[in-house]
């Protein structure tokens, strides 16, 4: 009898027992505000000066958004995260690699692009992001090209070259990557550069920027206060702190997770985009289908990373298609579904907005959803049958709104 009964208790006694060692994400998944609709946005990076046919791309994919409406009649929202110059190759030959010198997005080189974007915003199937000044910082780049043959014919090669042809390292702007492992940039030359565009970004979109997207998602506290100094409110990450290039040229990450909602340096407001829809590199209609499904369990927006070579390189009319599929299939299978910018969505969770759960057993099968993606907990809690207990709990379709 005795034994049965301590049987009995020994299982529930280990599963008490897992969930005291991962206590902290536990509570973390817990804290983490639960979305009550399934949410999507397409974060589209690197668009900014360029050939000039990105015109017509983006013409094509606000084309695209337009054909669609969401239950409440929203068109979906693609984030342009922008880049707002290029060297001006001109000048900097001129000055014989001396000094620097950027050609803005408001260039008459790129007035189309440009026009693109501002009707794109208009249409409300575009959202503004700060993407950055440049896709690179300037100074490194310029010390690069002066020993580097490759790099000084891409920086000479204005006005039109794309920074997504850069050696990977130097595409990397919040650190000194001109040697490895990259070294921190000092704060007066951040603040000042942070200023500049910020700057720049407002004398074009009239307003300063809400969210910023670090190039390459490498960033430091020093950076992260700096656009908070300057109004940014939302910053962009992939769910983790990225503050450098380590020795092989990775990024070099801390292991603290960041959740959406979570509050950063000087009150900016975190979200997290760790899922991707980039055609070209295989990402089809099923696996964004397969993204949002997990996310909307999770009751998480899914914000899916996709940047503009997909829609201006060779693949440009599969990756379309690609995406007028994927936006179809999304509304079918989730009438409950919303379109919605990421200003607008970190808005929801800084004011606990009418799209937060406050229902427990939503709250408690979205946490046991989120749970499941612990790496360690995950197959611990499979091994010990703690699994099929939280897979009871995870209730949550999403093909309702609830
Ligand atoms: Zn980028």
Redesign the pocket.
Known sequence: MAWGLAALLALPALWLLILLLFVGPAWAAWREPVLRHPVLIIES??WGPGPPGHAEALDRLAACLGRHRDGTGRTPVMTL?L?LSLPDSEAIAAAHLATYHARPITDPAYADILAAIQSGIRAGVFAPQL??MA?YWPATLMAVARRDADVRAWLLAGPGQE??TLPSTL?SRWTDAGALPSRPLPETDIAAAVTEEVALYHAVFGAAPAVV?P??FVWTRAVESAWARQGVSVLMTPGRRCTGRDAQGRPACGPQALRNGQAGEGGIIYLVRDRYFEPVRGHRAVAGLDALAEKTRQGRPCLLET?RFNFTGNGQADALAELEGFLHLSLARYPGLRFVSAAELAAQYRQQGDWISKGFRTRLSAWAARMGQVPRFARLARMTGLGLVLSRLDTRTGAAAT
Do not use: N, Y
């Open positions: 990076d690197d995260g880049i993407h950055g896709h920074t997504e595409q997207v190039p390459t940047h």
